[in-house]
């Protein structure tokens, strides 16, 4: 219940403060944010499988949107930015259904 | 393939793995049990959903500054179109009352007289004012089945060059496109796909009207360059014609203010 509180505390505070990214951060928002999500279906298929660490969630997450941001940087640097964001966000889509297929049968164990 | 089937083989971050397997063997127990009170994951959730609605918002926002502006473009064209408009029909007005005063003037002498006949003759010559006489319509219209590839199936700027040329050829005295005098300042033109004559866009189809003695410019510009230029287009991409006789047609005035050119050899 814990983590479902915090997304939506996130959510709140999103709607609330009305933060607003600076413009020459805008393109790597998404990808950032599904490096985020395959880190925390990572986490929670952790948990569920009853291995989780907080240390390899915390450094796992900062490193995914980090690394994914830094490579449509790259790209974009490259001329390549937008295909290299479609291989991003293949492999973290990936990974993202993989993960959640696992929590699937977990928890409805089919 | 071994990096495809690594993604599909192992989606877990193999980190959890490893730190489970290190645990295990300094003797731990894996993991406690309550690790969804875990506040690494909590804050985890919390950063993605600021993530997740601060993404949200931006789009929205977005989208709705660039359809606000697009609205605000619609607007200001609206307004100057309406301007342009408003101004034109002033300038006609004043245009009149200018005639009308000249006239006025010149009605009162003999001299006079002779000189406001000279000064009306030359404006309907330039296209100065309003002109009635008989003559013949030629209507150009695009072929009914567009070919859209080339797009060489509707009426180009220079078939209407063509048309009117044939008309002066042919002994017009006055000649007007879909309302639109043919001054000495007019142009034909087309600006991305679309003919502007005396700089206003125009649609198909296209009424050239001329003045001149109505037998002989209905034939003479059949037997003349526009005819055959008209029957050349309509044999070879399907663009329809016509040319009809009229008893009376009314050509407007045309709009030929001079800037620089000073009337006179100057001294």
């Known amino acids: 219940m814990i983590p479902l509180a915090g997304l939506l505390v996130g959510i709140l505070a999103g709607l609330y403060f009305d933060v607003s990214v600076p413009l020459e951060l805008q393109p790597y928002l998404p990808i950032a944010i599904v490096a985020a999500l395959d880190a925390v279906f990572g986490g929670i298929r952790a948990v569920i499988e009853g291995i989780f660490n907080d240390k390899v969630f915390v450094v796992s997450f900062i490193a995914n949107v ?36 696992t929590i699937r049968r977990h928890i409805f164990h089919a | 393939m071994s990096l495809l089937n690594d993604l599909f083989a192992k989606p877990l971050d193999p980190g959890y793995e490893d730190a489970a397997a ?16 875990s506040p690494a994951l909590a804050i985890g959730l919390v950063a993605l959903g600021l993530l997740l609605t601060m993404s949200v918002l931006q789009v929205r926002n977005t989208a709705s500054v660039v359809s606000s502006e697009r609205q605000g473009l619609i607007e200001q064209i609206h307004n100057e179109d309406e301007r342009v408009s408003r101004l034109q029909g002033e300038v006609s007005s004043l245009e009149s009352e200018i005639g009308r005063l000249e006239s006025d003037l010149l009605q009162n002498s003999a001299a006079g007289q002779q000189t406001r006949e000279e000064v009306e003759s030359l404006q309907a010559t330039t296209g100065a004012i ?72 125009m649609d198909a ?29 309509a044999s ?22 001079l800037s620089f050119a000073i009337p006179g050899e100057g001294s």
């Open chain 1, 66 to 101: 980090l690394i994914a941001a830094f490579i449509v940087f790259l790209g974009d640097q490259l001329g390549v930015g937008s295909q290299l964001s479609t291989a991003v966000i293949v492999v973290l889509g990936i990974r993202i259904f993989t993960n959640v297929a």
């Open chain 2, 22 to 37: 290190r645990r295990r063997a300094a003797g731990e127990r894996p993991t406690s049990k309550r690790t969804w009170r």
């Open chain 2, 130 to 201: 309003a002109v009635t006489g008989p003559g013949v319509v030629v209507t150009v219209d695009n072929a009914a089945e567009q070919d859209a590839e080339n797009g060489t199936d509707k009426v180009l700027d220079l078939d209407l060059r063509q048309v009117v040329n044939g008309l002066w050829s042919a002994g017009a005295e006055a000649v007007a496109i879909n309302g639109q005098r043919i001054t000495p300042l007019t142009a034909i033109r087309s600006a991305q796909n679309v003919i502007q004559i005396n700089y206003r866009p």
């Open chain 2, 205 to 233: 189809p296209y009424e050239v009207s001329a003045i001149g003695d109505p037998r002989s410019l209905a034939r003479d510009f059949g037997d003349g360059s526009g005819g055959s230029w008209l029957r050349d287009i």
């Open chain 2, 236 to 257: 070879s991409s399907g663009i329809y014609y016509d040319v009809d006789s009229e008893e009376s047609l009314t050509l407007p005035a045309g709009n030929t203010p």
